[in-house]
């Protein structure tokens, strides 16, 4: 072996040892606790969407709307073979809903979208940077916890909450089902 | 995973049952060809060997019992005896029961409630060779074109070497006094052959995506029918039950089917199986009289149960009758009286109300119970697996003259031939057994009578609507002169004509129920999948004519004066959700989001009704009705609340404070909502 392929040979153990040391260590220690987050524009409005809760982001999804429906209710999109009902996150947070928004996240938790009208970019904070909302603050019945970082403050979009009521809503409605 | 040595052999097993068990019907039915006996014994010897293969020694030593009663009859299959065709159908029955009981391994077994057994037989499902070829073939006929994309890559890296080589001749270096002309005449020569090679790959490239793309489609479309069974794969058990009642019993009875064609989600298939079962066996055990009486009834001695499949918009019917004695009516008042219910009710019973007590369950017309009837569980069944499938089930009956019970079950999968219309930009579907006839129609056609707008087609005035304002999707621009596409829309509700846009065509799509947490439509059964993956709508031939009807009502009543309905409540869902009802009824809407907004806008504006939440932060539902009452200006106007408590103390307060209605809206009913309304606007 010459002197050159045993200097490769050992660079090929350091880079084959970093690499599997990068795996073998756990993610995140020794630093502080983080949670991701999507940074979107709601209305006028910045919000964050806690990344865990969501299940895909889209861009330019066709919806199909459906006639005589709710104002927050957009209509139907396809995602992999998948109908999934698609909700308007402006009327749910209570701005008007004007054209159709761009961008779609799809619920972790249950088959439904939210579409919203801008994302910026992707977020991640420290957990202590999560608070209640205080004072007068933002006080609407779907947001419970607020970003708040020296360079940030969002409300986040309590994802449970808003399925919740639809939900709720579904059960109220199921009674017109079959007519 | 725990492997299952059985998996392929239950398939295979159950197969081969099912071959036989039709085989010998027909047998015994005298329909068989000569070809039907060697063939029975394939059967019967292949099931042999694949029980011995799985080491399933008595399910072998059975197969080979039905070759030993069949062998003799190989040439003269007509001779076979009647009570050799009972043993060969005991010996199938004991397979049967032998294959459903081969355990599963325990990772694969069904957690509890276990799963039914003849469920279990629809989870695999069976696919003709020729669409599995057809499939396979247009798997390769992708990679086909997908191999012609790659020749592609070849041009382009020629292309980009010609590109190259055209910036290179452009460089300053080149640029020298003597060089100017030689090099503008290669670079003219370069640049065109490059021109003529961008344009073949671009017309390459668009062609091989088009193909790919359509292949793909078909595919999908392939794949989706696959996994839906036709009915018929349900008829051979149901032949079987019949032919063993009426045997049982000593009656004369025959099977027949319509509609076995139609495909099905095998779920439904599944769920419906003992459903079935079972109302083919109450035809004839309730239904189907001995000989000596159906013969002194001038009918035939021999009787008929029958089960039809039809598909009628979102739903598909099972009607299963029998041409019998029909309900007895007083053995249902018997019977009810047995059960402790109250006899004046029962002596107020009419005809109807005797077959809706029927339906209800826990009673049976048989004054004796024996191993077929009179339990009162056929129709529990029955009404069970409507239940379970969100479907409905009838009963009409006619003495003398048979029983109809007809189960209609919502579809959740399914294919079907539909018409496909654009209408401002939209692509629909609507069921082409909705579709009478389509016109070609110009503005003058349309005319405007007291009802709204119409058309005169065949002799009848018939409601005409643009699909786009029935979708609302009408940009409300004017169309002039334009011609109209149109259609005319038979449905159980009578007929519209619906103006378009386009006829795109008629195609076969696979169709499937609005998903969960949607909102609901009358006018829409469903979505299928275009050729991009976007969900497209599916309409409803009856919901289509009432909103024609609607439209057109609206259109007449467009200058007399809106009802206006102030609707109360802190939830934006529900104030949206009633909003939309009341607009789509023609109703205007105010909207208040507490009982305090409220009562100022009741003072200030002039409602025909209030229609309030009663659980609100501040002031309930409750008071607001009280203060209205208490208000001279108001008084009058009705108030209906809306709540989830139903408690008897809450609607007698309801009551107590002067609401008209009360609403509970566990069991909203959205025509009964609008039709408390117009009663109390009227």
Sequence with gaps: MSGAEAGLGRTASELKRAFDQSFAELPGTGEQQVRDFLAIRVGADGYAIDLAEVAGLFADKPVTRLPNAAPEFLGIAGFRGIVIPVYDLRVLLGYPAKEMPRWLVTAAAMPVAFAFDVFHRHLRISTQAVAKPEGADFTHQHVRQVLRAPDIARPIVDMASILTAIKNQAQYGAARKGQ | ?682
């Design chain 2, 1 to 682: 995973m725990v492997r299952d040595p059985y998996k392929y052999f239950r398939i295979e097993a159950r197969e081969l049952l099912e071959q036989l068990g039709k085989g010998l019907l027909d047998l015994e039915k005298g329909a068989a060809g000569p070809e039907l006996m060697p063939q029975l014994l394939r059967l019967a010897h292949t099931l042999k060997g694949a029980a011995r293969v799985v080491k399933q020694i008595e399910i072998s030593e059975c197969a080979h019992a039905l070759e030993e009663v069949l062998t003799p009859f190989r040439e003269t299959p007509a001779a076979l005896p009647c009570q050799d065709i009972d043993e060969v159908l005991r010996i199938l029955d004991v397979i049967g029961g032998r294959v459903a009981a081969l355990a599963l391994p325990a990772e694969d077994a069904p957690a509890a409630p276990a799963r039914p057994v003849v469920e279990e037989a629809f989870r695999t499902v069976r696919a003709d060779v020729g669409e599995m070829d057809a499939l396979i073939e247009g798997i390769a006929e992708t990679h086909t074109q997908i191999k012609a994309l790659k020749r592609g890559f070849g041009s382009l890296e020629r292309a980009r070497v010609l590109a190259d080589l055209l910036a290179q001749q452009q460089s300053p270096r080149h640029h020298g006094e003597g060089a100017r002309a030689t090099l503008a005449g290669r670079s003219h020569a370069l640049a065109e052959e490059l021109g003529t090679l961008l344009a073949g790959l671009e017309q390459d490239l668009v062609a091989s995506t088009d193909r790919v793309e359509r292949e793909l489609h078909q595919l999908r479309d392939a794949a989706e029918q696959l996994r839906l069974l036709p009915v018929e794969t349900l008829f051979t058990s149901l032949e079987r039950t019949v032919r063993d009642a009426a045997r049982t019993l000593g009656r004369a009875a025959v099977f027949e089917s319509r509609g076995g064609e139609v495909r099905l989600d095998a779920h439904i298939l599944a769920v419906l199986q003992g459903a079935l079962l079972q109302l083919v066996r109450n035809g004839v055990a309730h239904g189907i009289e001995p000989a000596a009486e159906r013969r002194a009834a001038g009918k035939p001695e021999e009787g008929r149960v029958t089960l039809g499949v039809a598909r009628s918009g979102r739903h598909i019917i099972f009607s299963c009758s029998d041409d019998g004695r029909g309900v007895d009516l007083e053995a249902v008042r018997r019977a009810a009286q047995r059960k402790g219910l109250p006899p004046a009710e029962i002596r107020n019973l009419g005809a109807s109300g005797l077959l809706d007590l029927l339906l209800r369950g826990g009673i049976s017309t048989s004054d004796t119970v024996t191993e077929l009837a009179g339990r009162g569980i056929g129709l529990d069944l029955a009404r069970e697996a409507a239940e379970r499938l969100g479907g409905k089930l009838n009963i009409s009956s006619q003495a003398g003259k048979g029983t109809l019970i007809t189960l209609a079950v919502p579809l959740s999968v399914a294919s079907l031939d539909a018409l496909l219309v654009e209408a401002a930009g939209v692509v629909t579907a609507i069921p082409l057994e909705g579709v009478r006839h389509t016109l070609r129609m110009t503005a003058a056609d349309i005319v405007q009578t007291a009802q709204g707008q119409s058309v005169v087609h065949q002799d009848s005035v018939i409601p005409f609507a643009p699909l786009s304002r029935i979708l609302r999707q009408d940009s409300a621009a004017a169309r002039h002169d334009r011609p109209w596409s149109a259609i005319v829309v038979q449905g159980t509700q009578g007929a519209a004509v619906i103006g378009v846009d386009r006829l795109l065509g008629a195609a076969n799509i696979v169709f499937r129920p609005l998903p969960e947490f949607s909102a609901l439509s009358a006018i829409v059964a469903g979505a299928w999948l275009d050729a991009e993956g976007n969900p497209q709508l599916m309409l409803e031939a009856d919901g289509i004519i009432g909103e024609a009807n609607r439209a057109q009502a609206a259109n007449a009543d467009a200058a007399a004066h809106r009802i206006s309905i102030l609707v109360i409540d802190d939830s934006l869902t529900t104030r949206m959700l009633e909003k939309s009802i009341l607009e789509s009824a023609g109703f205007e809407v105010g909207l208040a989001t507490s009982a305090e907004e409220g009562l100022e806008a009741a003072r200030a504006g002039r409602y025909a009704l209030f229609l309030v939440d009663v659980e609100m932060p501040g002031m309930d539902g409750f008071t607001f009705v009280e203060q209205v009452r208490a208000d001279p200006g108001l008084r009058d106007t009705p108030a209906i609340l809306i709540t989830s408590r139903n408690s008897a103390a809450d609607l007698q307060r309801g009551k107590d404070v002067g609401a008209q209605r009360y609403i509970v809206k566990s069991e909203f009913d959205q025509r009964e909502f609008l039709e408390h309304i117009r009663q109390l606007v009227a």
